[in-house]
């Protein structure tokens, strides 16, 4: 079946410096898309979405970047504190019912202090 | 904000026993909610979606008869391992959505309960 999936399965970053975690989707039906946070032993966090419509949004601290045309998507984080170290997951949606959703592999972000 | 609880945290059962998992949305109702599973060092795996007042969805490859759900309330879903095994051993995760709920788009995921079974 259709699947998501990340380039890089851990990735050390100093901290103060800009982290950026990519992934692949395959379904090019998706349209909505979600960046959650999950630290050892508990449960996703969500962080944020962008809709198929977007090619970009902005949080704190954070910005999603969308490129469907080659279905690539991108979580940036500014300015990474030790309090960012997780595992990063992007998950995808493309039955029109938002809320399940597709999880990738995960990337395991370490902030250096 | 939306809360969604498991209870319990952690559980270690024997092998052929059965445990029961409780999700429950603390603040909300919960029209859906959904069980994931996850091993170590891997992805949030789809089990069912479950629908308050109706049967179970279930994902290709998840045995319907050994992973029971039952949504009784707009707040509580359980999922009960029936006949436990060691390979049944995982992270099990719930999350729960209701429209005008945070984010509209949003589904809440609860704590995790691990699961040993020995």
């Known amino acids: 079946g259709e699947s998501v999936g990340l380039h890089l399965p851990t990735l050390s970053v100093q901290e103060g410096d800009n982290s950026i975690i990519n992934c692949a989707y395959s379904n090019s039906a998706s349209d909505y898309f979600i960046w959650y946070k999950q630290e050892s032993g508990k449960g996703p966090q969500f962080i944020i979405d962008?809709?198929?419509?977007?090619d970009k949004r902005q949080g704190q601290r954070v910005t999603v970047l969308l490129n469907k045309t080659v279905k690539h998507l991108s979580l940036q984080i500014a300015a990474t504190q030790p309090g960012d170290s997780a595992v990063y997951f992007c998950a995808e949606n493309a039955s029109g019912g938002y809320q399940k959703v597709t999880f990738g592999i995960g990337t395991k972000l370490q902030v250096i202090p | 904000g939306a809360v969604v609880s498991q209870h319990p945290s952690w559980v270690i059962c024997k092998s052929g026993t059965s445990v029961k998992i409780e999700c429950r949305s603390l603040d909300f109702q919960a029209t859906t909610m959904f069980w994931y599973r996850q091993f170590p060092k891997q992805s949030l795996m789809l089990m069912a979606t479950?629908?308050?007042?109706?049967?179970?969805?279930?994902e290709q490859g998840v045995e319907k008869d050994k992973f029971l759900i039952n949504h009784a309330s707009l707040t509580l879903s359980t999922l009960t391992v029936t006949s436990a095994h060691p390979e049944d051993s995982s992270f099990y995760i719930c999350s729960a959505y209701s429209p005008g709920q945070g984010a509209s788009t949003e589904a809440f995921f609860g704590q995790g309960t691990r699961l040993t079974v020995v």
């Open positions: 479950s629908n308050e007042g109706s049967k179970a969805t279930y």
């Open positions: 962008i809709r198929s419509n977007m």
